[in-house]
């Protein structure tokens, strides 16, 4: 693993910074250390349905969790100025006041190779894949049952006529969302969440 610094100016956005970290490096890696501070913070707190939107001088406790080249699964935890303590998933929308500095450590591709670490790299490709039409209710549920059971999940948008034709050579249903798990579709919402009242998606990470 290496190490390597990040330093975020203000009006950056820390989600969608370290989302691009992880395309532009082609690598995954876990966030070491952060300090810095928000002018606004959004995060998705258990059983919301919504993410809860904070704003004015918040300052970084926090911030852990791991990146991909596609997806992100990290929780933040800030002091607002009466220094009282909030945290959740860290969304987008979560903006940089003054500056933050990070430290993200990546993992070397000849050790994502390496036969003894493959297993754990994989490990942090989610397992739940789903896809979602702009605009759709029953996928914008989808999302918030599993963001309120925390389960990592891999969200893409079909939101054209070429990725609906991509995507149809996977799949031969024509109603979204459509949700796989471990590569195999179980259905949209509805399946997802009788899988949740059955209690089996909670074994799912």
């Known amino acids: 693993m290496r190490s390597l610094p990040l330093k975020l100016e203000p009006g950056s956005d ?9 395309r532009d490096q082609n690598s995954s890696g876990f966030v070491l250390g952060v300090v810095g501070n928000l002018s606004s ?14 704003e004015g001088n918040l300052e970084i406790i926090t911030l852990n969790g791991f990146f991909t080249p596609v997806n992100v699964h990290l929780h933040l935890s800030l002091s607002d100025a009466d220094c009282q303590v909030w945290g959740g998933h860290l969304e987008p929308g979560t903006i940089v006041l003054k500056g933050a500095d990070i430290l993200v450590g990546l993992i070397d591709e000849d050790l994502q190779n390496h036969p003894r670490s493959k297993k754990s790299v994989n490990s942090l490709k989610p397992r739940i894949e789903v896809f979602v039409l702009p605009g759709c209710p029953w996928s914008a549920r989808a999302i918030r049952l599993l963001k309120s059971l925390d389960l990592s999940h891999n969200v893409q948008e079909i939101d054209s006529e070429l990725a609906f034709e991509k995507f149809s050579q996977r799949s031969k249903s024509s109603t979204f969302p459509q949700i796989f798990i471990d590569g195999d579709l179980i259905g949209g919402y509805s399946e997802l969440a ?12």
């Open 41 to 54: 913070a959004a995060f998705q707190c258990p059983g919301r349905s919504e993410p809860t939107v904070l």
């Open 194 to 205: 009788e899988l949740h009242q059955s209690g089996k998606l909670k074994n799912i990470d």
């Open 14 to 22: 820390l989600r969608l910074t370290i989302e691009q970290l992880g």
